[in-house]
């Protein structure tokens, strides 16, 4: 729909028609100081930002995208400062003004943000104050910078309430932040960047909180406003299939440094440099399904499940009103395949595959675990004692790399400590084992008298990996084991998996709300939608196929990275 | 909100009961009563007691009767004539002794508390958000400094400075005409000249640990993304400073209520009795080294009702201060 043409680097004011540019940032550079030298989080970087035009800014985790948005408003966090460039902000009455020569705490400044450029964050719950209600803070900006009466700003407040789509505009002004869902908050956090009709929007990761569907109303809404008030938009995301959505323009970052900038379809369709190569190559390869699966014989369906859930309910609150976490669910594991749990915040499949290990007590129903030796254990009702060997034959993987590890063990010590709590092995028994492990997911067992925060997310993921399959189990749960790490390393950690699992015969449960993740590894898909599975099936016949509408709903509201293929629109809602 | 307000103060009968019938037992728990410390005392003056006058003692004390009976006595008197006791040692109404010791110790410990939040909570504040400037380290070498040093001794040195270097008369809350005058202005000037030491003495632990807690409370907050959007939105540093992360790391000061009440009563002896300030503190120490019964009972009494008191005040504090918790 639109096209916009980002001047060559190095060429200032070429392609600054006037009244078409707001921002121009030319060689912006931003140094963090530190104790062992400087870190150049931003290392010249230029761009423009044009009238009604969408910049997305991509790149892994520590490319830098954050601090360069900080940079333009000068709010970068201590002790990181902006030391050579410029950012030429264009006014619509023709004057202009180098943003990066005001003091970051000067009047001039704190003009122009909320004001001319407004900025949204990413995790909507902590970037309001719990303690003000909603209508304060965004009241705050019209008595700031438009000196309107307390009157007209909540009028103002109520009108921008509505704009964003959030029901009840006058009640909601009075609630408090916690009063609302994720996505609501952000409708507020879009409500309050909006207040003064800024020139530019600079959203840091809006979506990356939020679930799929919600995403793409978010994604809407921007883009609406976007049209209405012809804002330039800068949108920084680390999702390529969000930008494939969004974007006019695309910025690809890397340790700081701009890699590659064009319109959208040139970076997803023909992209000139190696590290957008190796990022768009790594979104393609989540779209299918994995090699290693292709060339595999479909498993066997006939076959014996090594567990079989039947009618698992599991209640929080009191009897009386409970909240059905899982609600009535039946499906099995077969031996050797991956299970997919698909579903969003709160459908109730992370209390599905705690259940699994009987992290939580269910309420009602049956697990039927299959051991080895063929005979069948059921986990809901298992004593301690069959309990504890379960749990050596069932283990998990978490989601988050840094939490779940002990900052205080060394890494021998973290994947030794199963084999160590169960007797099973000790001394140097243990320590062969261990460096055995490390080398199964590819970390080098020198390493093992390190901690884990010497390592990087992925290889903290290992590490969790390896100490799952300490005590060769026969299946493993691996909640959204890779929804913290970035893209490239994501597939690489699934082919890992891969991997272990025909070699040590493992079964998966593997919950994600990541699709692509799913296509690529799972064998079988259950989705679920408030505690209730709605559909299994085959990944094939559920993704490309589905049969329940809200299946449907939600493969709708997932952006395809590509440009070309722009479907959001199309997507539709369930309310069932 | 007001059932639970109802609710919570209901609950607080039931426990006051409770209460009070274990500082009574705690109290008759050492061996010997008041007669056996009184007769002790005139012992020391050479003085004898024989068997039937402690007897003759006990009878008028009513300290014969069983624990159980005592209690009762004691308890009916106050709530229905609000009669506390008579006090042994000074031979006078317990209320009276209570409420004239206890209305100068309130004005002493709310000038120590304004004092001390006035000083620590803004100095405390500047130290977080100049985290390691020179000013955060001079701020935190004093503190720790207020810290270590013991109240009695601060107390010590500003009397032997206030004595020598300026000539106040020292010790006590009143010039010596006016102890026993009737209040006047003269009266509440005098209390003001004499009020400043112990205050300041009072106040100097308490700030050099208020400042590290505000520091640490200050800090958490420092780094919170909403802080962040505050400084987008284009606010002055000094306005969003004190809208969003001081108004937050407050909170935790709301709940210090509950036991800053208790502490009008025991808090600060050791201070009270080298100024020899005529505050409950000492009267307190001293009913319970003579056994002075309904005089400890009815201080304990009090100690544990604004304990009570205390907490409640702060809950619904907490409760107005933050929404998040008005929600449960």
């Given at each position: 729909?639109?096209?916009?043409?980002?001047?060559?680097?190095?060429?200032?004011?070429?392609?600054?028609?006037?009244?078409?540019?707001?921002?121009?940032?030319?060689?912006?550079?931003?140094?963090?100081?530190?104790?062992?030298?400087?870190?150049?989080?931003?290392?010249?970087?230029?761009?423009?930002?044009?009238?009604?035009?969408?910049?997305?800014?991509?790149?892994?985790?520590?490319?830098?995208?954050?601090?360069?948005?900080?940079?333009?408003?000068?709010?970068?966090?201590?002790?990181?400062?902006?030391?050579?460039?410029?950012?030429?902000?264009?006014?619509?009455?023709?004057?202009?003004?180098?943003?990066?020569?005001?003091?970051?705490?000067?009047?001039?400044?704190?003009?122009?943000?909320?004001?001319?450029?407004?900025?949204?964050?990413?995790?909507?719950?902590?970037?309001?104050?719990?303690?003000?209600?909603?209508?304060?803070?965004?009241?705050?900006?019209?008595?700031?910078?438009?000196?309107?009466?307390?009157?007209?700003?909540?009028?103002?407040?109520?009108?921008?309430?509505?704009?964003?789509?959030?029901?009840?505009?006058?009640?909601?002004?009075?609630?408090?932040?916690?009063?609302?869902?994720?996505?609501?908050?952000?409708?507020?956090?879009?409500?309050?960047?909006?207040?003064?009709?800024?020139?530019?929007?600079?959203?840091?990761?809006?979506?990356?909180?939020?679930?799929?569907?919600?995403?793409?109303?978010?994604?809407?809404?921007?883009?609406?406003?976007?049209?209405?008030?012809?804002?330039?938009?800068?949108?920084?995301?680390?999702?390529?299939?969000?930008?494939?959505?969004?974007?006019?323009?695309?910025?690809?970052?890397?340790?700081?440094?701009?890699?590659?900038?064009?319109?959208?379809?040139?970076?997803?369709?023909?992209?000139?440099?190696?590290?957008?190569?190796?990022?768009?190559?790594s979104v393609l390869r989540l779209e299918q399904k994995a090699e290693i699966r292709l060339k595999r014989?479909p498993i066997?369906?006939?076959?014996?499940?090594?567990?079989?859930?039947?009618?698992?309910?599991?209640?929080?609150?009191?009897?009386?009103?409970?909240?059905?976490?899982?609600?009535?669910?039946?499906?099995?594991v077969l031996?050797g395949e991956t299970l997919g749990i698909v579903?969003?915040?709160?459908?109730?499949k992370?209390?599905?595959g705690?259940?699994?290990?009987?992290?939580?007590?269910?309420?009602?129903?049956?697990?039927?675990?299959?051991?080895?030796?063929?005979?069948?254990?059921?986990?809901?009702?298992?004593?301690?004692?069959?309990?504890?060997?379960?749990?050596?034959?069932?283990?998990?993987i978490?989601q988050?790399?840094?939490?779940?590890?002990?900052?205080?063990?060394?890494?021998?010590?973290?994947?030794?400590?199963?084999?160590?709590?169960?007797?099973?092995?000790?001394?140097?028994?243990?320590?062969?084992?261990?460096?055995?492990?490390?080398?199964?997911?590819?970390?080098?067992?020198?390493?093992?008298?390190?901690?884990?925060?010497?390592?990087?997310?992925?290889?903290?993921q290992r590490?969790?990996i390896?100490?799952a399959?300490?005590?060769?189990?026969?299946v493993i749960v691996a909640d959204e084991a890779t929804s913290?790490l970035?893209v490239?390393l994501r597939s690489q950690m699934l082919d890992l998996m891969m991997n272990l699992q025909d070699k040590l015969?493992l079964s998966y449960v593997f919950i994600s709300h990541d699709i692509g993740v799913i296509r690529y590894m799972c064998d079988r898909i259950a989705v679920?939608?408030?505690?209730?599975?709605?559909?299994?099936g085959f990944t094939e016949q559920v993704c490309?196929?589905?049969?329940?509408?809200?299946?449907?709903?939600?493969?709708?509201?997932?952006?395809?990275?590509?440009?070309?293929?722009?479907?959001?629109?199309?997507?539709?809602?369930?309310?069932? | 909100?007001?059932?639970?307000?109802?609710?919570?103060?209901?609950?607080?009968?039931?426990?006051?009961?409770?209460?009070?019938?274990?500082?009574?037992?705690?109290?008759?728990?050492?061996?010997?009563?008041?007669?056996?410390?009184?007769?002790?005392?005139?012992?020391?003056?050479?003085?004898?007691?024989?068997?039937?006058?402690?007897?003759?003692?006990?009878?008028?004390?009513?300290?014969?009767?069983?624990?159980?009976?005592?209690?009762?006595?004691?308890?009916?008197?106050?709530?229905?004539?609000?009669?506390?006791?008579?006090?042994?040692?000074?031979?006078?109404?317990?209320?009276?002794?209570?409420?004239?010791?206890?209305?100068?110790?309130?004005?002493?410990?709310?000038?120590?508390?304004?004092?001390?939040?006035?000083?620590?909570?803004?100095?405390?504040?500047?130290?977080?958000?100049?985290?390691?400037?020179?000013?955060?380290?001079?701020?935190?070498?004093?503190?720790?400094?207020?810290?270590?040093?013991?109240?009695?001794?601060?107390?010590?040195?500003?009397?032997?400075?206030?004595?020598?270097?300026?000539?106040?008369?020292?010790?006590?809350?009143?010039?010596?005409?006016?102890?026993?005058?009737?209040?006047?202005?003269?009266?509440?000037?005098?209390?003001?000249?004499?009020?400043?030491?112990?205050?300041?003495?009072?106040?100097?632990?308490?700030?050099?640990?208020?400042?590290?807690?505000?520091?640490?409370?200050?800090?958490?907050?420092?780094?919170?993304?909403?802080?962040?959007?505050?400084?987008?939105?284009?606010?002055?540093?000094?306005?969003?400073?004190?809208?969003?992360?001081?108004?937050?790391?407050?909170?935790?000061?709301?709940?210090?209520?509950?036991?800053?009440?208790?502490?009008?009563?025991?808090?600060?002896?050791?201070?009270?009795?080298?100024?020899?300030?005529?505050?409950?503190?000492?009267?307190?120490?001293?009913?319970?080294?003579?056994?002075?019964?309904?005089?400890?009972?009815?201080?304990?009494?009090?100690?544990?009702?604004?304990?009570?008191?205390?907490?409640?005040?702060?809950?619904?504090?907490?409760?107005?201060?933050?929404?998040?918790?008005?929600?449960?």
């Amino acid at each position: 729909m639109t096209v916009t043409e980002l001047s060559p680097r190095g060429a200032p004011g070429a392609a600054s028609a006037p009244g078409r540019t707001v921002l121009e940032v030319r060689n912006l550079t931003t140094h963090f100081p530190v104790r062992t030298g400087v870190v150049k989080a931003v290392d010249g970087v230029s761009f423009n930002l044009e009238r009604g035009k969408t910049l997305c800014v991509v790149g892994e985790s520590g490319s830098g995208k954050s601090v360069t948005a900080r940079s333009i408003l000068q709010i970068v966090d201590a002790p990181g400062r902006i030391v050579a460039g410029e950012m030429i902000l264009h006014r619509p009455d023709g004057s202009s003004v180098d943003l990066a020569k005001l003091g970051n705490r000067s009047r001039e400044i704190r003009a122009v943000r909320g004001a001319e450029i407004a900025m949204i964050f990413q995790e909507p719950m902590s970037s309001l104050s719990p303690v003000h209600t909603v209508g304060d803070q965004i009241m705050e900006v019209l008595r700031l910078h438009l000196k309107m009466s307390k009157a007209e700003a909540r009028a103002r407040c109520v009108e921008l309430l509505r704009q964003v789509e959030i029901p009840h505009p006058d009640r909601a002004v009075d609630r408090y932040t916690f009063e609302f869902s994720g996505g609501m908050r952000q409708r507020v956090m879009i409500a309050m960047a909006l207040a003064c009709n800024p020139q530019i929007l600079i959203a840091d990761e809006p979506t990356t909180a939020l679930d799929v569907t919600t995403q793409a109303e978010i994604l809407d809404l921007i883009k609406k406003l976007q049209q209405q008030h012809g804002m330039a938009v800068m949108f920084i995301t680390h999702d390529m299939g969000v930008v494939a959505e969004i974007a006019d323009e695309v910025l690809v970052m890397y340790h700081g440094k701009v890699m590659e900038a064009g319109d959208v379809d040139t970076i997803f369709h023909a992209p000139k440099d190696e590290y957008t190569k190796m990022l768009i190559g790594s979104v393609l390869r989540l779209e299918q399904k994995a090699e290693i699966r292709l060339k595999r014989p479909p498993i066997d369906t006939t076959a014996e499940p090594v567990i079989e859930v039947k009618n698992l309910q599991m209640h929080f609150g009191s009897p009386k009103a409970p909240i059905k976490a899982v609600d009535d669910v039946t499906l099995k594991v077969l031996p050797g395949e991956t299970l997919g749990i698909v579903g969003e915040s709160g459908s109730g499949k992370t209390t599905m595959g705690r259940c699994l290990l009987r992290i939580y007590d269910p309420t009602g129903g049956q697990i039927s675990y299959k051991r080895a030796d063929g005979s069948k254990v059921d986990i809901v009702a298992a004593d301690k004692e069959t309990l504890k060997i379960c749990r050596r034959e069932i283990r998990m993987i978490f989601q988050d790399p840094v939490g779940s590890l002990n900052p205080r063990m060394t890494v021998a010590q973290v994947i030794g400590e199963p084999l160590l709590v169960n007797g099973i092995a000790k001394g140097r028994e243990l320590d062969d084992r261990v460096a055995d492990l490390m080398q199964q997911v590819g970390l080098n067992p020198e390493w093992r008298e390190r901690y884990p925060h010497a390592f990087s997310g992925g290889q903290r993921q290992r590490i969790g990996i390896a100490r799952a399959i300490a005590l060769n189990p026969r299946v493993i749960v691996a909640d959204e084991a890779t929804s913290a790490l970035d893209v490239s390393l994501r597939s690489q950690m699934l082919d890992l998996m891969m991997n272990l699992q025909d070699k040590l015969g493992l079964s998966y449960v593997f919950i994600s709300h990541d699709i692509g993740v799913i296509r690529y590894m799972c064998d079988r898909i259950a989705v679920m939608y408030r505690g209730k599975v709605v559909e299994t099936g085959f990944t094939e016949q559920v993704c490309d196929a589905p049969t329940h509408p809200y299946t449907q709903a939600l493969l709708s509201a997932i952006p395809r990275p590509d440009p070309r293929m722009r479907s959001m629109h199309k997507r539709h809602r369930y309310t069932g | 909100m007001l059932r639970f307000i109802i609710s919570r103060t209901l609950w607080m009968i039931p426990s006051l009961f409770v209460v009070s019938f274990l500082a009574f037992v705690l109290i008759q728990l050492p061996p010997g009563d008041y007669v056996t410390t009184y007769i002790a005392t005139l012992a020391a003056s050479n003085e004898v007691v024989d068997q039937n006058t402690a007897a003759d003692l006990r009878q008028r004390f009513g300290l014969d009767q069983p624990l159980i009976v005592q209690y009762v006595k004691w308890i009916t008197g106050i709530l229905t004539r609000g009669d506390f006791g008579l006090s042994f040692e000074w031979q006078q109404p317990v209320s009276d002794l209570i409420w004239e010791r206890m209305a100068l110790t309130l004005i002493l410990t709310f000038s120590t508390l304004l004092a001390t939040w006035g000083i620590a909570l803004p100095i405390g504040v500047f130290s977080a958000v100049k985290k390691y400037s020179i000013g955060d380290y001079i701020v935190t070498f004093f503190s720790f400094l207020g810290l270590a040093v013991p109240s009695f001794l601060l107390a010590l040195v500003l009397m032997y400075i206030a004595a020598v270097q300026f000539g106040q008369e020292v010790g006590g809350l009143f010039s010596e005409q006016y102890v026993n005058a009737p209040w006047s202005m003269g009266k509440v000037f005098d209390l003001i000249h004499h009020l400043w030491i112990p205050v300041i003495i009072l106040a100097v632990s308490g700030t050099a640990s208020l400042i590290r807690v505000m520091r640490a409370n200050m800090l958490d907050e420092l780094g919170k993304p909403y802080v962040t959007t505050a400084r987008a939105k284009g606010l002055s540093e000094f306005h969003l400073l004190v809208k969003y992360p001081v108004r937050i790391a407050l909170n935790p000061f709301i709940s210090t209520i509950a036991w800053l009440l208790p502490n009008l009563v025991s808090g600060s002896i050791i201070v009270a009795i080298v100024l020899s300030l005529p505050t409950a503190g000492p009267l307190l120490l001293q009913s319970l080294m003579s056994q002075d019964m309904y005089l400890a009972g009815a201080f304990v009494l009090l100690i544990c009702t604004l304990t009570l008191i205390g907490s409640l005040v702060s809950d619904i504090l907490l409760a107005f201060a933050d929404p998040r918790i008005r929600l449960e």
